[in-house]
Protein backbone atom coordinates (compact mmCIF):
# COMPACT_ATOMS: atom_id res chain seq x y z
CA UNK A 1 0.00 0.00 0.00
CA UNK A 2 1.43 3.50 -0.40
CA UNK A 3 1.02 4.59 3.17
CA UNK A 4 3.92 1.89 3.90
CA UNK A 5 6.13 2.51 1.08
CA UNK A 6 5.76 6.64 1.70
CA UNK A 7 6.53 5.07 5.47
CA UNK A 8 9.84 2.64 4.23
CA UNK A 9 10.83 6.01 1.99
CA UNK A 10 11.49 7.80 4.72
CA UNK A 11 13.14 4.87 6.39
CA UNK A 12 10.70 3.36 9.18
CA UNK A 13 10.99 -0.31 8.91
CA UNK A 14 7.55 -0.82 9.68
CA UNK A 15 5.78 2.22 9.32
CA UNK A 16 1.98 0.76 10.87
CA UNK A 17 3.11 1.51 14.75
CA UNK A 18 4.57 5.20 14.15
CA UNK A 19 1.58 5.85 11.66
CA UNK A 20 -1.69 4.59 14.03
CA UNK A 21 0.87 6.81 16.97
CA UNK A 22 0.94 9.91 14.70
CA UNK A 23 -2.91 9.68 13.79
CA UNK A 24 -4.10 8.62 17.75
CA UNK A 25 -2.45 11.83 18.91
CA UNK A 26 -3.60 14.04 16.16
CA UNK A 27 -6.99 12.75 17.09
CA UNK A 28 -7.20 13.07 20.73
CA UNK A 29 -5.50 16.83 20.38
CA UNK A 30 -8.06 17.92 17.53
CA UNK A 31 -10.24 16.90 20.31
CA UNK A 32 -9.02 18.49 23.20
CA UNK A 33 -7.86 21.70 21.79
CA UNK A 34 -9.82 21.76 18.35
CA UNK A 35 -7.92 22.09 14.60
CA UNK A 36 -6.35 24.68 14.16
CA UNK A 37 -4.60 24.48 17.81
CA UNK A 38 -4.35 21.00 17.10
CA UNK A 39 -1.94 21.69 13.81
CA UNK A 40 1.13 20.82 14.86
CA UNK A 41 4.63 19.08 13.26
CA UNK A 42 7.70 20.57 10.78
CA UNK A 43 5.35 23.26 8.93
CA UNK A 44 3.64 24.55 11.86
CA UNK A 45 7.68 25.31 13.56
CA UNK A 46 9.09 26.34 10.26
CA UNK A 47 11.03 23.05 10.45
CA UNK A 48 13.27 23.59 7.19
CA UNK A 49 15.33 21.03 8.02
CA UNK A 50 12.67 18.34 8.43
CA UNK A 51 9.72 19.13 5.51
CA UNK A 52 13.63 18.65 3.10
CA UNK A 53 14.22 14.99 4.77
CA UNK A 54 9.90 14.80 4.06
CA UNK A 55 10.36 16.26 0.27
CA UNK A 56 13.84 14.22 -0.59
CA UNK A 57 12.70 10.58 0.55
CA UNK A 58 9.09 11.56 -1.72
CA UNK A 59 11.07 12.04 -4.49
CA UNK A 60 10.66 8.42 -5.53
CA UNK A 61 6.94 9.14 -5.03
CA UNK A 62 6.05 11.98 -7.25
CA UNK A 63 2.16 11.55 -6.57
CA UNK A 64 2.53 11.46 -3.24
CA UNK A 65 5.13 14.26 -2.77
CA UNK A 66 2.56 16.49 -4.81
CA UNK A 67 0.11 15.67 -2.21
CA UNK A 68 2.33 16.90 0.41
CA UNK A 69 3.13 19.78 -1.09
CA UNK A 70 -0.70 20.91 -2.05
CA UNK A 71 -1.25 19.93 1.78
CA UNK A 72 1.47 21.89 3.23
CA UNK A 73 0.58 24.96 0.98
CA UNK A 74 -2.77 25.32 2.06
CA UNK A 75 -1.25 24.71 6.11
CA UNK A 76 0.96 27.66 5.28
CA UNK A 77 -1.89 29.81 4.01
CA UNK A 78 -4.69 28.94 6.86
CA UNK A 79 -3.07 27.63 9.89
CA UNK A 80 -0.56 29.24 12.81
CA UNK A 81 3.22 28.54 11.34
CA UNK A 82 6.12 30.22 12.77
CA UNK A 83 7.64 31.72 10.07
CA UNK A 84 4.99 31.64 7.47
CA UNK A 85 7.60 33.11 4.88
CA UNK A 86 10.17 30.76 4.85
CA UNK A 87 8.07 28.08 4.88
CA UNK A 88 6.50 29.44 1.89
CA UNK A 89 9.57 29.66 -0.26
CA UNK A 90 10.54 26.06 0.39
CA UNK A 91 7.51 25.01 -0.86
CA UNK A 92 7.71 27.10 -3.78
CA UNK A 93 11.31 26.25 -4.75
CA UNK A 94 9.87 22.49 -4.05
CA UNK A 95 7.54 23.01 -6.70
CA UNK A 96 9.63 23.78 -9.32
Not at 29 to 48: T, Y
Not at 51 to 73: C, E, F, G, Q, S
Amino acid sequence: MMRSQVGRAAGIRDPNPVRWQILRATLDNHEKNGGEVAFGGPIRRADLGTIRIHLAALRRMPLVRDIYLALAKNAVERLPVRDRAAVRELLKRAAR
